[in-house]
């Protein structure tokens, strides 16, 4: 894995273990706390790459939903830590 974000993405939720999920808004802040949301975009392109290649999965309300075209509030957890 060459991209920074995405070995970021998956040294978080490797410390958080396998129940715990992560926001994107909170990667985006371990990027750059003051200028976090700018980081977003690169976020969101690092969690497509992540779920496409079958390593993390996206979750609202507690259960997994596809990334593409998703808005409103949802977060990132490992693939099969349900």
Known sequence: ???PVEELI???L???GDKETLSPNQVAKTINAE???RQLPQVRAAIG???EAG????????KVVEFD???????IRLTGAA
């Open 35 to 37: 200028n976090w949301r």
């Open 69 to 75: 075209g998703i808005r409103g509030i949802w977060r």
């Open 49 to 51: 790459q992540l779920v």
């Open 14 to 16: 490797t410390e958080l």
């Open 10 to 12: 998956i040294e978080l």
């Open 55 to 62: 390593r993390i999965e996206v979750v609202r309300k507690g």
């Open 1 to 3: 894995m060459a991209n």
